[in-house]
């Protein structure tokens, strides 16, 4: 490991509080590594208080959840890993346009402008939130059975039931919005330039049976940056959920782990385009 890369920022995605990534940050942290996992801003209460009084998600939208990982990301003395589930996934690419972060990796990443993918299961598992138009300022829970058909499809239903009591809030539904309809704004928070050349590393994991984010949907996102000679990975995984750690997840966070530290650049991103591809010329998306 290198010394120059010792820190991890796990950002968590929608429905979900730090929490959803402690198994995740256990195995880091026995690795020798700096793991920090914030929540995003008025989540620091955790899952029962946000169930008890989830006003704080209401204030929420996209802009102020990057805004509060960028500032984490620019205190720290070194540049981190920043790896991200779900919409987190999104936070991470948006944090890696603005030149922050060693190398990212987005867990099942949700998508941004110019990636069109919507498929009815994703519909279907928003539906509790983007079925009514005026939602947008309120925070709106899923029940055991909207739970289990989003996030934790593979498992058996009192599995699932377990997970939903330690694991979900409610949404923030601002922040949803602004995912899910960002190709309809012309300057949404949600949108990066896909040709950037001095991007740090990009890895997109996909899950084979996921409901939210749909392989096909997170491929394509990968293949959007498929123009920038930065750095761009994908790779899926067979018979998985959405949720990041469902039986078997330690392979998918030792190949998250492998793969960055491998790509990492320890200095951060190339502040200005390198006179040489980083990799290989367009058309340089890596299928693993």
């Known amino acids: 490991m290198s010394d120059a890369v010792d820190t991890i920022v796990l950002i968590h995605g ?4 730090p929490r959803s990534w402690e198994s995740w940050e256990e195995r880091y942290q026995s690795r020798g590594y700096t793991v920090l996992a914030p929540a995003w801003p008025g989540l620091e209460g955790g899952v029962e208080a946000l169930r008890h009084d989830p006003t704080p998600l209401r204030k929420l939208d996209l802009a102020k959840v990057v805004a509060r990982y960028e500032q984490i990301i620019r205190a720290l003395e ?7 589930h779900s919409i987190g996934g ?19 990443s949700a998508t941004l402008k110019g990636v069109p993918d919507l498929p009815l299961s994703t519909l279907r598992s928003s539906l509790p939130v983007l079925g009514r138009p005026f939602n947008r300022g309120r925070a709106t829970g899923l029940s055991a059975r909207q739970f289990h058909y ?10 699932s039931d377990e997970l939903y009591e330690r694991q979900h809030v409610p949404a923030a539904n601002a922040v949803l919005f602004d995912v899910a309809f960002a190709n309809l704004h012309r300057r949404p928070t949600a949108s ?3 040709r950037k050349p001095g991007r740090a590393p990009l890895l997109f994991i996909a899950f ?23 750095i761009v990975a994908f790779k899926a995984f067979p018979g998985r959920p959405h949720f990041p750690a469902v039986r078997g997840w330690e392979e998918v966070a030792d190949f ?5 530290t491998a790509n990492a650049m320890p200095n951060g991103p190339l502040t200005e385009p390198s006179p040489m591809p980083v990799t290989s010329p367009k058309g340089a998306l890596h299928i693993l």
């Open 78 to 84: 070194g540049t981190p890993i920043v790896v991200g």
């Open 256 to 260: 998250a782990l492998a793969w960055a």
């Open 192 to 194: 990066v330039d896909f």
């Open 150 to 159: 989003a996030f934790a499809n593979t498992l058996s239903r009192q599995h």
């Open 208 to 230: 084979e049976n996921d409901h939210i984010v749909p392989s096909k949907a997170s491929r394509h996102n990968a293949e959007r940056y498929d123009a920038s000679t930065a």
């Open 14 to 17: 929608l429905w979900m509080t």
């Open 90 to 108: 999104t936070v991470v690419q948006l944090l890696l346009n603005r030149g922050l972060g060693a190398c990212g990796v987005g867990v099942a």
